[in-house]
């Protein structure tokens, strides 16, 4: 089985300050996750100066995205001093770009090997075109979608792996999602997760069987990105085949901020990745066969055809004086039906294994 990859989302729970997201990078390489992920991104691209907060920001005090999302940006030099403390902690840095600035910086400039998006851009067809253009291997968040929406994401990433020079139509997009070509660009290189778009998710708006509607439906590989309280609902998903595991974790949840309270604190996403690993290796083979830990119990727990009192030489076995008990090392009770109104050849005392 591939191993689970663990996404430890960061996002924007550094709150700007450098010195956090770099405790963040530790908090995460010590929590034994494989990835720590960012948000890159630059508020006048982003979001207008009068849209609104969603409800769960709005909860936290933000007034407005553009107000929320200028205080979050963080700089270039952020960016390459957290990539190299991702360096010297052996974890892989993941940021989520949300503008085609953004995208190029990562690729460019950064060297990401992957582009997260999240669920927000599923219909953003420019920037899934332009990801895609990269080559790069793409996890794409599926919140707040249908199956139609996603294929037509998925038709967009087609697109941009095997158009790059053709003209982007919605006809292009459709065209490139149904050829052998695209079918195969999009198994290489796409990843989808399913997701609930709350913070924090409801358990009963969670729905993880849809991952496996996506898998039966799309023929990729499918993730899950969590948005609800604890660890049960993520590795939950992993026993249910999942991927790779994102999930948002902060150094403190009582910091301000719109994302701190749906997420984990460092002892709890320690908790999470072994708990997925504990998941993850009790899941092993398919085939249904005596473990190699068991074997040496059959004696112990299986059970032997013995003597209900004792027999004397000559008498038929019956079901009176005939018994199935432990251990299991003689004669299997499987053959019970066979000896019976069979003649013993020796005597027997009471609970003696029949020979």
Known sequence: MMRVKVIAEAGVNHNGSLETALELVDAAAEAGADVVKFQTFKAKSLATRMAPTADYQARHGEVSQYEMLKQLEFGTEAHVQVLQRCSDRGIEFLSTPFDEESLKFLVEDIGVGCIKFSSGDITNGPLLVEAAKTGKHVILSTGMSTLGEIEQALGMLAFGYTHADSPPTLAAFESAYFSSAGRKSLLENVTLLHCTTEYPAPFADINLRAMETMRNCFGLPVGYSDHSKGI??????????????????????????????????????????????????????????PAASELGN??????????????????????????????????????????????????????EQIK
């Not at 996403?269 to 398919?286: D, K, N, P, Y």
């Open 232 to 289: 049960s609902v993520p590795v939950a998903a992993v026993a249910l085949g999942a991927t790779i595991i994102e999930k948002h974790f902060t150094l403190d949840r009582e910091l301000p901020g719109p994302d701190h309270k749906a997420s984990l604190e460092p002892d709890e996403l320690e908790q999470m990745v072994r708990s997925i690993r504990e998941v993850e290796t009790a899941l092993g083979s398919s085939l249904k066969q």
């Open 298 to 351: 059959r004696f112990v727990a299986r059970k032997s055809l013995v003597a209900a009192c004792d027999i004397r030489i000559g008498e038929h076995f019956t079901p009176d004086n005939l018994a199935v008990k432990r251990p299991g090392d003689g004669i299997s009770p499987i053959q019970y039906w066979a000896w019976l109104d069979k003649v013993a050849d020796k005597d027997y005392a009471e609970d």
